[in-house]
């Protein structure tokens, strides 16, 4: 693919949005200190900005100005950047976009408050689209904003119920039905839908572009588990490994489970229902060099150490490293990660396909190009 | 005062606000259990609904009517509710209104997902008052919504600033404009607001209405914070005391800071830099009992069991009981609870004309004898 040119051009978006969210934002008085300047924190990391682009894109190949889009697209990337904000704190992630996660810079309560503003921030933009746009457009917007937020909380909610029950009987179309709502509706669905609103495209559009983003949804968050996965096989690293940590649910381990020895198959569910460890778990080392300098000095026993050791494991009982490399070898073997690619492919060519149909028609531009190579690099990326 | 009626209208209110959240929420498919069915959780206990009444009461005394300010009030109590949710993972609280709070029922991530869940669901009626109101009256309680949302989280962080920065050097003025951030807009401003412009009052009220609602909020505030030292005072109990242990700062903690001693006032600083004891800091007795058992059979040390005790304390280092009840009682030394209280009886004083030079010209209806009993009640409640 023509990575140059995509890549530029989601550049050039994320710089445009950027500098919006910096003009809406006060930059002085005591709120601009406490509040607004943390808002920066996710969107001024090395960030795609994928959102705001397809949406930027989608207008503008339609025919639609720059200038009546940008508000929209920066309402889609603060509420991208409060999901993340709610993700890592839910998640106990410690690293994002190469930093440290906003809840280990500033604590929980004010990560989640940051998280907050910007849901309320974004609501200033969409009423100011009455007067950039039209009343009805902007009323448009705001209805494909609401859906937006209820099927992502629906999604979300859907996961977690599974995590929480220890439910593992999925198949691969409820964890698609599920990622739809999840990713598809706020990634894909929205940027794509207020695009073509702003730009006042033809409603007969609607239904093409309904199955465009369904496919480029799931070929996405599928790409998304897979490079996880391989991430995590080169590395073994806590915060790339993510999502068996944390015990998500994913075509390949679906796929790995339903091929799995009864015998594997129960090993890998005792381990799956058992919790991430806490930053404290999984650095144990002051009480583990305490304990062994007691027992050096004769102050405490090995049986007693051996004792307490225990304790503090059994306190815990969180997934230890042995067992995500179980889980990972399990995936390997059935060749899981290769099953879940190759799914993500059929989706990627169904969005090829609705790609063809919806935008050849249209007259040759940048942002045309930029939405037929986001079909490539959804399949192709490498991060 | 005529508190039956004031608790009658209050019930009556919340009677109707509950029933149309639930003929707003999907009652059947898999989101209705994953997800809207925990938002009733906090609605259902033993809640005031003071918001939405306020709403309903402002509506109707203005000779607005029900149906047409019921959806709004709605979105006022899922707004109150996301911010309890919140609040209460914020502080680590374990009992809201008489319940479990909703983390420690579901987990944090639940928990996070249905306040984020409530925010979505809160824009469908806003813009459905389009057609039930008209264009122009949407957009203009969408605009005190935002307005309300991005104060809210404003003063939230001014509050949470000083926490973090253990900063102690506040003025009382500087807590009475955090409090008119954080409490105010969303519980006084823009419940009033909302209820008199769907009542299409006319605009010149407005600045009435904001000195009103300006002094309700303030002593309403102030109430709260003795209420919680009295309760505290009382009971010592973790979750009554709450103001304390999070170390949040009330007028009494900084006028009973100002009165100290210089020595008592730098071991009151010490002990507010630490932070509250998480639950398993709070029940330690495990590994106590552990400990004194290993040292019993032999495997440990006196010495060995002191260092261990001591490593464990100085990873905690939280407030102790101790600590609380030596604060508790700079505060009843210095007479802070009345000096508070007293504060807060001048600002129900000011509510109190605000609300006859606002309020005395309406023809009498229950509503307008329900917003006079309000400015009574804020001062003399009990809870």
């Not at 593992?168 to 990713?183: F, G, I």
């Not at 897979?226 to 995590?232: K, R, V």
């Not at 062994?292 to 997934?319: C, F, M, N, P």
């Amino acid at each position: 693919m023509r990575s140059e040119a995509f890549y530029s051009y989601l550049d050039e978006c994320r710089t445009l949005v950027v500098s919006e969210l910096q003009n809406m934002l006060p930059r002085s008085g005591a709120a601009a200190q406490t509040l607004y300047e943390l808002m920066y924190e996710y969107p001024l990391r090395d960030a795609k900005a994928l959102r705001p682009a397809l949406c930027i894109a989608t207008c503008r190949a339609l025919g639609g100005a720059l200038e009546s889009a940008l508000p929209s697209a920066v309402v889609l990337e603060l509420y991208h950047n409060a999901f993340l904000i709610h993700d890592d704190i839910e998640d106990g992630s410690e690293v994002r976009r190469g930093g440290p996660t906003l809840h280990r810079m500033y604590g929980a309560p004010i990560a989640l408050n940051v998280a907050d503003a910007m849901l309320a921030v974004a609501l200033e933009p969409l009423l100011a689209n009455t007067e950039l746009l039209c009343v009805a457009k902007a009323l448009h917007i705001l209805q494909v904003v609401a859906r937006m937020a209820r099927e992502s909380a629906e999604g979300q909610a859907q996961e977690l119920a599974w995590i929480r029950q220890a439910d593992w009987s999925q198949r691969d179309l409820d964890y698609v039905r599920m990622a739809h709502k999840k990713t598809t509706h706020y990634s894909f669905l929205a940027p794509m839908a207020i695009g073509a609103i702003v730009a006042g495209a033809p409603h007969s559009l609607r239904y093409r572009m309904t199955l465009l983003a369904t496919a480029l949804g799931a070929a996405f968050q599928i790409r998304d588990d897979t490079l996880n996965l391989e991430a995590n096989a080169a590395a073994y690293d806590k915060d790339l490994a993510g999502d068996i940590w944390e015990g998500k649910r994913t075509l390949a381990l679906l796929h790995a489970l339903r091929c799995a020895t009864p015998s594997d198959r129960e090993r890998a569910l005792a381990i799956l229902r058992k919790p991430r460890p806490t930053s404290a778990e999984a650095a144990p080392d002051a009480t583990a060099r305490l304990l062994a300098e007691l027992v050096r000095s004769g102050d405490l026993s090995e049986t007693g150490a051996a004792t307490l050791r225990e304790h503090w494991t059994v306190a815990g009982a969180a997934k230890t490293r042995e067992d995500v490399d179980f889980l990972l070898q399990l995936i390997q073997r059935s060749g899981s990660i290769e099953y879940a690619r190759a799914i993500g492919r059929r989706y990627a060519a169904r969005a090829k396909h609705a790609a063809e149909r919806l935008w050849s028609g249209l007259s040759d531009s940048v942002h045309k190009r930029f939405l037929f190579q986001l079909t490539e690099f959804v399949v192709e990326r490498e991060h």
